[in-house]
């Protein structure tokens, strides 16, 4: 009986395929996946920054484990799918306030960050995605300096 119940709230909850969903107008999957595209915009996805990634988004988004990994597949798959950036900035100008279009600009940096090397397509990828976004440079700027300094000495180049 009580593993009956428990599949039944997980069906509920989960879906058949224990898939979690996001809805297309997410904010979670928009920012989930202009993080992905920028882990990605170089061409190598480096480990520590699929690590921060995930930490990131189970953080900010207070997901477990397994719900992260569900966003990351479908900000992926979405990511895969998007002709520009601007498909995801809509979604976040519409639906997060100021601070957290700041935020997201702020977990960019540290995606970039975390394999201690600023790739110029990474920092071209936030400079788009933050006028998008309605951030000014200044704002951006002053995110990037913040997030570097946490960075271990010399763990900046390019």
Known sequence: MLTALKHFIQELTLGESDR???????????????????VDVDGIV???ESRKLKQILKDHFQLTDHETGELI????LRDSEAVD????????????DEQERLAIVEMMWEIVYADGHVHEFEDNTIWRVAELLGISTRDRMLLRQKVARTVPEGGETG
């Open 85 to 96: 950036l601007y498909g995801f900035t809509s979604v976040l100008k519409r639906t997060a």
């Open 73 to 76: 597949k479908a900000a992926k």
């Open 46 to 48: 480096d480990e520590s």
């Open 20 to 38: 979690v969903e996001f809805a297309e107008d997410d904010k979670r999957l928009a920012a989930a996946a202009l993080l992905f595209h920028l």
